[in-house]
């Protein structure tokens, strides 16, 4: 059986939530909009996922609008409040390091007008809260920083930046937390955040379920016309076992949350301590705030893509970094920000755990690893070697 280390990318659905979404997939297929017995059926279920989603973040139900993803939960955030407020200002302050579905969406806001402020990192990709406010200028109408990087785990300081973003009136702070809420207890009072992208695929949900935080009284332009759910926020017929399976996946996750940040942790290093100690492997990433499970390592000389597949042929299923540009030439923009050169960035490898992870498959994975590791460096070697010898000499050059 291959060894799964790609819980980053996403996980698998548990059964609980499986066991609660096959209703809503079978005779309780209503549509909630429908004031029959049917629809009403559909309607329980959906309001249990927004009230289960809301306690899991401390938020109330009305609070938690449903999308088809992280992604979408990111678009509906920075286009609903860049459009909103565009009549107050057009800046927004980022950081280098977002997932696409944050870099890319403000990049194309750009194209509309608003300024965008991408702001650096230092070497373990955290963005300083200082920097963050000396961005702000009166035309600032939102900040978006993510909660937790989904390369290198690396933790930002939100509850900091948004003490000063609060110094500063009417500028909304998104953060993206979709690779933090599997791990880190999340309470958006105590984050100060306005708006909070969650995905269901991450903490053992359903892929194609998303939801966005909305903080009471915050106005977004809603992105899809249509109907009137999810309070006007979003139209469209709810995915309604989806929400479910996304709620009990959550609820659950937050439960066992510190028993399996714990493990992994302790899983990671395990991990960890084997691989930093090949030669000229460097971890990546911040060394202590950064998300439980994963492990993101920079082997200079080596080739990322190459390395993910010689280890799914061994039997490990890794990713160079985001699974968006896994198998691409790109290089990874997190790295590069962090300070990376190209060449570096491109030999990246991230081992992500999760809550289906044994001490064993730790173990079988390292041991597996350092094997391909090895030998992708020996063949780096030996290819060196024979381009060298094979190199005109100067004296054959200038007489070719
Ligand atoms: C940090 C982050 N944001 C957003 C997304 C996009 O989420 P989804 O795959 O649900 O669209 C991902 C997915 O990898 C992510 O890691």
């Not at 096959?22 to 329980?44: I, K, Y």
């Not at 106005?219 to 926020?233: D, P, V």
């Not at 990671?268 to 390592?297: C, E, Y």
Request: proline share 4%; hydrophobic share 45%; net charge negative.
């Amino acid at each position: 059986m291959p060894i799964y280390l790609d819980h980053a990318a996403t996980t698998p659905l548990r059964r609980e939530a499986l066991d609660a979404m096959l209703p809503f997939l079978t005779e309780q297929f209503g549509n909630p909009s429908s004031v029959h017995g049917f629809g009403r059926s559909a309607r329980d279920g959906l309001d249990e996922a927004h009230e289960k989603v809301a306690r899991a973040i401390g938020a109330q139900p009305r609070e938690i609008v449903f999308t088809s993803g992280g992604t979408e939960s990111n678009n509906l955030a920075l286009k609903g409040a860049a459009w909103a407020g565009k009549a107050r200002g057009h800046r927004i302050i980022t950081t280098a390091v977002e997932h696409h579905a944050v870099g890319h969406t403000v990049r194309y806001l750009g194209k509309f007008g608003f300024e965008i402020v991408e702001l650096p990192v230092d070497r373990y990709g955290r963005v300083d809260p200082d920097a963050v406010e000396a961005a702000i200028t009166p035309k600032t109408i939102l900040v978006s920083v993510m909660l937790a990087n989904n390369e290198v785990g690396t933790i930002q300081p939100i509850a900091e930046i948004a003490a000063r973003v609060r110094r500063h009136r009417g500028i909304l702070l998104h953060t993206d937390a979709v690779q933090a809420a599997p791990y880190l207890a999340i309470d958006v009072a105590e984050l100060d955040v306005d708006l909070l992208t969650l995905a269901a695929h991450k903490f053992g949900g359903p892929k194609g379920v998303g939801a966005l935080y909305v903080r009471g009284g915050t106005n977004i332009l809603a992105q899809q016309q249509g109907g009137a759910q999810e309070r006007y926020r979003r139209a469209g017929t709810e995915n309604v076992a989806g929400a479910v399976g996304m709620a009990v996946a959550l609820e659950l996750a937050a439960g066992e949350r510190d028993v399996t940040a714990a493990r992994l942790t302790r899983q990671r290093d395990a991990l960890a301590r084997v691989l930093l100690a090949l030669p000229d492997v460097q971890l990546s990433g911040h060394p202590t705030d950064r998300l439980p499970g994963l492990l993101s390592i920079v082997a200079p000389g080596l080739d990322g893509n190459a390395l993910t597949m010689a280890l799914d042929l061994a039997g490990v299923a890794t990713s160079t970094g985001s699974a968006c540009v896994s198998g691409s030439a790109e290089v990874s923009h997190v790295l590069t920000a962090m300070g990376y050169s190209e060449e570096e960035a491109r030999g990246s490898q991230r081992f992500s755990l999760g809550r289906t992870t044994t001490d064993e498959e730790v173990a079988a994975a390292a041991a597996i690893a350092t094997r391909v590791i090895t030998a992708q460096r020996d063949a780096a070697a030996r290819l060196e070697a024979v381009r060298q010898a094979t190199l005109p000499r100067p004296m054959e050059t200038a007489g070719a």
